[in-house]
């Protein structure tokens, strides 16, 4: 699906395909699936579904590691600072990760889901592109 959305709509300063708004979408997206998760572990632990707490819980601490260091991407003053620590953010998720690892994977449905061209952002640093 193609984002709609009009300049007006973006925050300020940022462009379509951005690091900076692929990062404030990870930080959106993470703290909206961390409320989900919290309310899923309420109601399995409710059921005595312990199992399946613990699974939720799990989840919800991959968003919050993958999300933990990416507000400070955001407070430098200069544009151009700010998009590079956002670039350099992005590289580590999705090169230092392993493939296979749930984390990276969430980032690039996140990404993906939101229909950033992350592979153009990061075109040659990336050791592995998500298979379509």
């Known amino acids: 699906m193609e984002d709609m959305r009009t300049a007006r709509d973006r925050p300020a300063g940022l462009e379509r395909g951005s690091a900076q708004e692929a990062i404030r979408v990870l930080m959106a997206m993470g703290f ?12 399995a ?12 819980l ?9 999300c933990h260091n990416l507000p400070q991407d955001l407070f430098p003053r200069r544009r151009k600072i700010r998009e590079r620590k956002a670039i350099e953010s992005l590289r580590f998720h999705l090169r230092e990760l392993d493939p296979d690892d749930r984390a990276a994977q969430w980032v690039v449905g996140q990404l993906d889901a939101q229909g950033f061209d992350y592979v153009r952002v990061l075109r040659d640093r990336i050791k592995w592109k998500h298979a379509r």
């Open 32 to 43: 909206m699936e961390i409320r989900a998760d919290s309310h899923l572990v309420k109601r």
């Open 45 to 56: 632990l409710a059921a005595g579904e312990t199992d399946t707490a613990l699974r939720h």
């Open 58 to 66: 799990e989840h919800m601490r991959m968003i919050a590691d993958v």
